[in-house]
């Protein structure tokens, strides 16, 4: 009997490929969204250091230019952080839409998966039946040479 042969297997590979690619898909915005969540961590860290720069020099006494120059770096660091933020839910949603995508393919695959399963077992039950029968042919072909041997 001729060996076990799924009939979708190039479907199956090429589901596989598109799976792996949507994978890395995901990956690589996930890494993106990261490095963008860790400048809005370094520059919400700078902005504080600014901050209390200013606060202990106003303390001491501080000249007006540099009140103006302490003032213009927070703002700066402000609208990067607001560039940031909304590049950040830009990301998210798009990690977001990724995720289903990678899932559907997940889908796909592991529904060809069982259908494979399934052909499997069909495949098994189709070969243990015909080797029953060889083995059966065999007992009975042997049975009638012994009876017209021994008559």
Do not use: P
Request: charged fraction near 35%; hydrophobic fraction near 35%.
């Amino acid at each position: 009997m001729k060996k076990f042969e799924f009939t979708l297997s190039r479907m199956h590979d090429y589901k596989e490929q598109l799976l792996d690619k949507e994978k890395n898909t995901l990956s690589q915005l996930r890494a993106q969204k990261n490095r963008i969540d860790d400048k809005i961590l370094a520059l919400e860290q700078e902005f504080e250091i600014v901050s209390k720069a200013m606060q202990e020099e106003t303390k001491d006494g501080i000249t007006v230019l540099k009140i103006k120059c302490y003032n213009f770096q927070m703002e700066n660091m402000r609208r990067q952080l607001k560039q940031l933020r909304s590049e950040q839910k830009l990301m998210a949603s798009a990690v977001e839409n990724q995720l289903k995508i990678v899932i559907a393919a997940s889908q796909e695959v592991a529904g060809l998966e069982k259908l494979k399963e399934k052909q499997q077992e069909e495949y098994n039950i189709v070969q243990t039946r015909a080797e029953e029968l060889v083995v059966s042919e065999y007992i009975s072909s042997k049975l009638i040479r012994n009876k017209a041997a021994g008559a």
